[in-house]
């Protein structure tokens, strides 16, 4: 599986500053999970493992989910407490309000195409949806008498909960999906389509034109698409001298006025790489990255890459410095993380200093969990300003971590 660009901001978790509604609300549990897809093409594959805080600052296993040898695929959240990790075999369904519940559907053949992901009708029927001859849908709970995989429905799409790319090392596929007239449409190559919005005139395109869409996120209240350039599409490109598209501006819709409006995001995509922005609530975060090419041997000069992950040849664990941040020598990333609220305009800057950094989790109330390296931190954003965090763990599993939730204390 080809992978891409990947570069995240991770979270942590403050139990200052709260009122008496927020401190029952922190009492509940930091969970995180730890993910890598196998990478550029080789048939190496890594764990997946479900983590909780530990004693200390030590990570504690809470379920193991996909093993070295079961090639986990891809992951999937609907945004509202399930999440969806998928390999060849079966779907890990990772419950919120229950943790340590083991939860693991067969499927024969997963397609791990760019026509997948989790879906959330009516608010309350989660499951994950993917493509093959037609779309299949996989129920995030069992109910009795009811197959958890079924024919799927193409419209439910519309439905898609997709919070974005990771900002860190290794990414995967994003739903890509085209333009057809002024509909934005998936899948992005086959019928039947499912319109997922109206775009503005100035974006239609004709159908024969098969204008590719990034998805780059899309919740309950939010759209965001990025239309990469004609040059970017399609193409083989050398990692050393790749397409980019720098600043990148991406197309956001409000659901709730249907109004389309365009952000500038301080990132840098090339054609090898992915689209670094998350979305949680109102709040869209990336990590900073400009298009810098350096001389030969010399790479970008991007800070904290002898704090990066390094193992050999035989760990079960991704290489992070040498397989991955190694390989983009003309991308520098300052280890700068920004996050812009679409509600209400504010901006938060929080210079890390350190490329391999991310957002993993914002909540309502302004908490935030990032990582950096091997460590995960919480702060909590006040107004336009996010102090440095509060240590939360610090393990050596810790740079696979790309995803965290809050979850029920005690309930192991």
């Known amino acids: 599986m080809h992978q891409r660009f990947l570069f995240i901001a991770v979270a942590a978790f403050s139990l200052l500053r709260a009122a008496p509604v927020q401190q029952a609300a922190d009492a509940r549990e930091v969970f995180f999970v730890a993910a890598t897809p196998a990478q550029f093409d080789e048939p190496k594959s890594y764990p997946a493992t479900l983590y909780a805080k530990g004693q200390g600052t030590r990570l504690r296993v809470v379920q193991s989910l996909f093993g070295q040898s079961r090639q986990f695929s891809s992951i999937a959240d609907d945004l509202h407490g399930t999440i969806y990790l998928a390999g060849p075999d ?32 009516n608010e309350v029927h989660s499951a994950l949806q993917y493509c093959s001859d037609k779309v299949y849908r996989v129920q995030g709970t069992a109910t009795a008498g009811t197959p958890r995989v079924a024919e799927g429905d193409w419209t439910a799409f519309k439905a898609l909960q997709f919070g974005g790319e990771n900002g860190g090392p290794f990414q995967m596929t994003p739903p890509l999906a085209e333009i057809a007239n002024n509909q934005l449409v998936m899948p992005d190559a086959a019928d039947p389509k499912a319109s997922l919005a109206e775009l503005p005139a100035a974006m239609a395109s004709k159908p024969e034109a098969r204008r590719l869409v990034r998805i780059v996120a899309s919740n309950d209240r939010y759209l965001a698409i990025w239309v990469p350039p004609a040059s970017m599409v399609g193409q083989t490109v050398d990692a050393g001298n790749p397409e980019h598209a720098e600043p990148l501006k991406i197309n956001v819709l409000n659901r709730a006025t249907r109004e389309w409006k365009t952000m500038e995001v301080a990132t840098t995509v090339t054609s090898i790489t992915e689209v670094p922005v998350r979305i949680f609530g109102d709040w869209i975060a990336t990590v900073e990255m400009k298009w810098k090419p350096g001389a030969p041997g010399t790479g970008s000069g991007s800070p904290g890459m002898q704090n990066e992950r390094t193992v050999p040849e035989d760990s079960p664990q991704p290489d992070i410095r040498d397989r991955y941040y190694n390989r983009f020598l003309d991308v520098y990333i300052p280890g700068r993380l920004v996050l812009k609220n679409l509600a209400d305009g504010r901006t938060v800057v929080m210079d890390i200093g350190q490329q391999d950094c991310e957002v993993l989790a914002v909540r309502s109330d302004g908490t935030m969990l990032y990582r950096v390296n091997d460590a995960v931190f919480s702060t909590v954003i006040d107004g336009e300003h996010a102090s440095v965090g509060t240590l939360l763990v610090k393990d050596s599993e810790v740079p696979d971590i790309h995803w965290a939730f809050w979850g029920p204390a005690n309930k192991h």
């Open 90 to 121: 079966g779907v890990y369904v990772v419950h919120e309000d229950n943790p340590s519940l083991e939860d693991f559907v067969p499927i024969t053949n997963f397609d791990n195409s760019t026509c997948w992901g989790a879906v959330m009708v």
